[in-house]
Every structure is written in structure tokens, then in C-alpha cells.
């Protein structure tokens, strides 16, 4: 089960780029890194997954290097509405439910 | 489609008491799930059911029972609550297993007292 560490917080300010990485230092061959963000009082929501290299949707990038030991959100541009807690989940895709779990996650407060 | 649906929102639980979570999906997920979080932590998975009659215990099992008679229903029974069981529980579903996308409902707040 790959253990992943992330920083507890992060503060950042309207407009600027949030990067937050995630290591997984022993990552699985057959294992996808999915990231979630959480809103106070709402469930996980589902950001975006990749496998390596580079992945981007409307919502945020993901960096995934070669050795793929860590991986980094990219959230560009962010507004007050972005403050929110982001978990890095690191899992085979076809894994069961007991081989996934969440971490305590990174809160990242947007400032005005 | 509304989603991941839990009720109710709160409750309130003597210690010793019972009381079953709802959880429905209509998004015909075979996978479903129960998450419980505490103030300022991750979430801990409890039970997860890979299809219709089929259930197994997750992280933290202890003092939850679950049954999946259908793909839509996924309900969570407390028995004899005790304090450490206030918390907020979290049901989710997905179309492949943990690892794909998860779907979340809205979660339910309980306390024990």
C-alpha cells in the first residue's frame, strides 16, 4: 500500500499558481495518483488522475515525474472559492477498497 | 441524476443507542463505500461492497455492520452508538473499484452523547 506525504498547509493568494506535491516513494508499477478536493462540510471531490508524465483538464494539471516517486497539483490562477482541502490518493485503479485510503491531506487558503 | 444520496443530514444518538445511515446511488456504480471523518482529519474507510450482496471491512470496521441487497442501496448500522463514533460519515460510489473515480455524497453528521 504506497504511503503518500503531503505538506499540512499552504497559503496562497487570488491569481497566483498553487503547486502542491505529493510523494510516493514506493509507488506500484499498476498504481494511478488521483487527486481530491474537499470543501468544509461537503464530500471529496474528484480532480484529476494521471499515470505519468502530464495530464490537464479544465480544473488543474498534474506532474508526474519519470520515476514517478512524486507528483504535483497545479492549480492555476486560483480564487477564494479554491480554499479547500486537496488529498493525493495513490492506488491501482482496479484495487479494492481497502487498499486505497486517504491521508490527512493539504489545506491550502486562498487570501484575498 | 442526484448522485450519491445520504440521510439524514444530522442525528443525535444517545450512547447505546442504534441507528442505520442511508446511502443510495443511481448511477448503477457497483461500488459503494463508507468513510468516516474526524474534525481536521482524512477520511478512514469502515466497510466497501464490490456489487449487490457482496461486502468487506475497510480500515475501521469495528461497531458498523453493512449490507448491499441491491446496487442502488448501501445502508450503515451503528450498534450500541458509543462517543467515539461522533463523526461525519461519507458514502461513496464508483463505476470501477477505489482506485478509479469516487463519487461522494453529501455526508451525515452524527454525535453521540
Known amino acids: 500500500l504506497a504511503k503518500t506525504t503531503q505538506p499540512i498547509s499552504m497559503d496562497s493568494y487570488e491569481g497566483q499558481e498553487v503547486n502542491i506535491t505529493c510523494s510516493h516513494n514506493?509507488?506500484?508499477?499498476?498504481?494511478?495518483i488521483t487527486w481530491y478536493q474537499q470543501f468544509p462540510s461537503q464530500g471529496p471531490r474528484f480532480i484529476i488522475q494521471?499515470?505519468?508524465t502530464k495530464v490537464t483538464n479544465e480544473v488543474a494539471s498534474l506532474f508526474i515525474p519519470a520515476d514517478r516517486k512524486s507528483s504535483t497539483l497545479s492549480l492555476p490562477r486560483v480564487s477564494l472559492s479554491d480554499t479547500a482541502v486537496y488529498y493525493c490518493?495513490?492506488?491501482?485503479?482496479?484495487?479494492?477498497?481497502?487498499?486505497?485510503?486517504f491521508g490527512g491531506g493539504t489545506r491550502v487558503l486562498v487570501k484575498p | 441524476n442526484a448522485g450519491v444520496t445520504q440521510t439524514p443530514k444530522f442525528r443525535i444518538l444517545k450512547i447505546g443507542q442504534s441507528m442505520t445511515l442511508q446511502c443510495t446511488q443511481d448511477?448503477?456504480?457497483?461500488?459503494m463505500y463508507w468513510y468516516r471523518q474526524d474534525p481536521g482529519m482524512g477520511l478512514k474507510l469502515i466497510y466497501y461492497?464490490?456489487?449487490?450482496?457482496?461486502?468487506d471491512k475497510g480500515e475501521v470496521p469495528n461497531g458498523y455492520n453493512v449490507s448491499r441487497s441491491t446496487t442502488e442501496d448501501f445502508p450503515l448500522r451503528l450498534e450500541l452508538a458509543a462517543p467515539s463514533q461522533t463523526s461525519v460519515y461519507f458514502c461513496?460510489?464508483?463505476?470501477?473499484?477505489?482506485?478509479?473515480?469516487?463519487?461522494f455524497g453529501p455526508g451525515t453528521r452524527l454525535t453521540v452523547t
Open positions: 514506493n509507488i506500484a508499477t499498476n498504481d494511478y
Open positions: 461492497s464490490v456489487g449487490a450482496g457482496i461486502t
Open positions: 448511477m448503477n456504480h457497483n461500488y
Open positions: 461513496a460510489s464508483s463505476y470501477s473499484a477505489a482506485g478509479g473515480e469516487q463519487y
Open positions: 494521471g499515470y505519468k
Open positions: 490518493l495513490v492506488g491501482d485503479r482496479g484495487a479494492a477498497g481497502n487498499k486505497l485510503t
